[in-house]
């Protein structure tokens, strides 16, 4: 824009030399030069207002400009307050959150003290206080976004007042080009004067001069017009860059609020986090982290001899295999003759295995049992989950007693029937030398199925005494849980009835506090709804106004078209019946708030929000700012709910600070 405008200012300069020229040509040339040159002189006024024209609608595009940058400032606050609310949103959850926690250490019979909190929540927290300072960045980030957007705006008002100077200047030297205008006009008359006592027979063409002189001076009323708008746009854009001031300032002033706010914010953060660093050094010193590494160390050695005994078992199963194979390999190559007794023996032995396997997976079973067993110990309470391990321990000891007892019987039977055999196999052998080899053979799997009946029953009899210890260990860790427990629910009664006594002393000293909180936030309410009050009736006024000066404008151009006209005063009416709407609202609002006053605080309405609709003599006619949104109850609403909130905020932080 500065760019066409010098560029405009250089041909005005180039036509203005021009002009000067013609006229020194029309005073040395006669009186059809000087018709010549009128002409010329006409159709250069003419490219003239061509170029003011042009120039009229390069303003009307920096008005534009100039909206939308008003519209950009008036946007800047609303959305500081928009995070402010979500900042104080957030306060008050982390607030709760910490309430419910400390509430939730309270009732919480497992922990050893009042103050302490379980790993996973105090993991939450610490997730949380990370989330709450990541969006802290991301606030200070957006803030120096908005602080360089107000940079850019400053330097934006200094452009236009520099372009405001260079208008000035043009309106200067189109002034100057008027005046020499005048005095080209002034000459031209003196030298018809002239002409007319030196020759009476140019009258007509005297006449023509004068009725050319005459447009001339129709289109220097005109340019005269034309300057009248200019100054008038000049000082409609004075008065825009008033309102720009006044904005700036009253932007600025929020920026300092809201930097104080932030401060306050900050403090009460790093208390919390002071608040935090000390539950976690009194969880590290807690005899609750220690006794639990101890449970787990136990529990992992549990587990492995669980592995171990499973393993064993497995060896069992596959050397009992392989027995059997071998058995029947050797039976089917003995004789006919102990067929039968081989074919009952095995039927009893493959119903032994069954009976071993029924056993095995009922130890399997346990082990389950006991690894549910564990899982439901963490969720329980320590108590609950000790007696059912010792139940649980004393069944497992029953069914290895009871399997003990049946492999004892099975052994006992098996003796028998080896004795029989044996019986068998003398009498056989008495018959005959035939049947040394098979009573060899006989005898050799006697001891082999003895071998292995008293290797089970050892290692049955090891696993008997590991469990036997293992329970004895339990018995002695859960007495010392119960005495653990004793002392904290005695601990957990002396905390309580301090705590209510401290509660007590709380509600006492805090109830006169509250009240001066109370009435200090109503009355910071109260101001803030003042001035929401006082900006609408400034915009509405501003509208208004603004309505005023377009009629003003197309009534005075020579087009004037109804249908803007009419449209525009229609906008007007329906402005002036929203300021009365506004105003109505602004009286009871103001009275409401009257009613609800505590009796020592007083209301102090001012003027300016409480006057109806009335121009001020001072104020300009005409204002370049585009006309402001009016807002609505819900607008009014979503301003007041963030400070609302605040003032809870800060009302929560005081007492908890004093407790």
């Known amino acids: 824009l500065e760019g066409e405008l010098e560029n405009s200012q250089f041909e005005l300069m180039k036509k203005d ?257 002071q608040e935090l660093e000390k539950t976690k050094q009194k969880l590290l010193a807690q005899p609750d982290v220690q006794m639990e590494r101890q449970m787990q160390l136990q529990i992992d050695e549990a587990n492995r001899e669980k592995t171990r005994l499973q393993c064993l078992i497995d060896d069992l199963r596959r050397t009992a295999e392989k027995e059997k194979t071998q058995q029947l390999e050797t039976f089917q190559e003995q004789n006919r003759q102990l067929t039968a007794a081989i074919e009952s023996l095995q039927k009893e032995l493959s119903d032994r295995q069954i009976l071993l396997e029924s056993q095995n997976e009922k130890i399997g079973d346990l082990d389950r049992e006991l690894c549910s067993a564990e899982r439901q110990r963490k969720e329980q309470t320590p108590q609950q989950t000790n007696d059912e391990q010792l139940a649980e321990a004393r069944k497992e000891i029953e069914s290895l007693l009871r399997m003990v007892q049946t492999l004892e019987k099975d052994k006992s039977s098996l003796l028998s029937q080896c004795k029989q055999l044996q019986g068998t196999l003398e009498e056989v052998h008495k018959e005959g030398p035939l049947t040394t080899t098979t009573s060899h053979r006989s005898d050799t799997l006697t001891l082999s199925t003895n071998g292995t009946l008293k290797s089970r029953v050892e290692e049955l009899e090891e696993a008997l005494r590991e469990s036997v210890s293992i329970t004895a260990e339990r018995e002695l860790h859960v007495a010392q849980q119960k005495q653990l427990n004793q002392q904290l629910a005695l601990q957990l009664s002396e905390s309580r009835r301090e705590v209510c006594e401290l509660r007590k002393m709380v509600k006492e000293l805090s109830s006169g506090d509250r009240e001066e909180m109370v009435r200090s936030f109503e009355a910071e309410r109260r101001k803030h709804i003042e001035q929401l009050l006082q900006l609408k009736h400034e915009a509405l006024v501003a509208a208004i106004a603004e309505k005023d000066a377009h009629i003003a404008l197309l009534e005075q151009s020579h087009e004037r078209p109804r249908d803007e006209i009419e449209t525009l005063r229609a906008h007007k009416e329906k402005l002036i019946e929203k300021l009365k709407q506004e105003n109505d609202r602004r009286a009871q609002l103001v009275g409401s708030t009257a009613i609800n006053v505590a009796p020592g605080a007083q209301i102090q309405p001012s003027l300016s929000a409480m006057g109806t609709f009335a121009p001020a003599p001072t104020m300009p006619l005409t204002v370049a700012a585009a006309p402001l949104p009016t807002a609505s109850s819900t607008a009014d609403q979503v301003m007041l709910k963030p400070l609302i909130r605040l003032g809870e905020a800060q009302m929560n932080v005081s007492l908890k600070v004093k407790s």
């Open 17 to 273: 030399e021009t002009i000067r020229r013609l006229v020194e040509r029309q005073g040395g040339a006669g009186g059809a030069r000087l018709v010549d040159s009128g002409g010329a002189a006409g159709s250069r006024l003419a490219e003239l207002e061509t170029r003011c024209n042009q120039l009229e609608s390069l303003v009307a595009i920096r008005d534009q400009q100039l909206r939308s940058m008003e519209q950009q400032l008036a946007k800047i606050p609303f959305t500081g307050t928009q995070r402010d609310a979500a900042k104080d949103r957030r306060i008050a959850d982390l607030e709760e959150e910490l309430a419910r926690l400390r509430a939730h250490g309270i009732d919480a019979p497992r922990d050893f003290t009042d103050k302490s909190v379980t790993s996973h929540e105090l993991h939450t927290v610490r997730m949380k206080m990370e989330r709450s300072e990541m969006e802290l960045a991301q606030k200070t980030s957006e803030l120096a976004a908005a602080q360089t957007r107000l940079q850019a705006a400053t330097e934006e008002n200094a452009d236009l007042r520099k372009h405001l100077g260079v208008l000035r200047d043009s309106t200067t030297a189109k002034e100057q080009h008027a005046t020499l205008l005048q005095s080209d006009v002034c000459y031209c008359f003196t030298k018809l004067q002239t002409a007319r006592t030196v020759c009476f027979t140019t009258k007509h063409i005297i006449e023509a001069l004068r009725a050319k002189l005459e447009t001339k001076n129709g289109q220097i009323e005109q340019k005269e017009k034309l300057c009248e708008r200019l100054e008038s746009e000049l000082t409609l854009t004075k008065g825009h860059l008033a309102d720009l001031r006044e904005t700036n300032k009253g932007c600025e002033q929020r920026m300092s609020q809201l930097v104080a706010r932030l401060d306050g914010l900050e403090t009460v953060l790093r208390e919390k986090e």
